[in-house]
């Protein structure tokens, strides 16, 4: 029986490699997005440090909107 089992777990253990691989492309996929993300936010509050003002002005409701 413990050849049978050591067998299984060969067997298992190419698919755990491509899982692990499979993760590290993910988490460099997600790296990538955060990145993109990080940017953007620093890109709107540069923004919004210019000109807060006119930005909430903007979405203020007036009279019968």
């Known amino acids: 029986m413990s ?10 253990k190419p698919g755990d490699t491509e899982e692990t ?25 540069s923004v919004l440090e210019e000109n807060a003002e006119d930005f909430v002005k903007s979405f203020v409701q007036k009279g019968g909107q």
């Open 21 to 45: 691989t499979a993760t590290r492309g993910e988490a460099a996929a997600t790296a990538d997005l955060d990145s993109d993300v990080d940017s953007i936010l620093d890109e709107i509050d």
């Open 3 to 12: 050849q049978r089992e050591s067998a299984e777990r060969r067997t298992t």
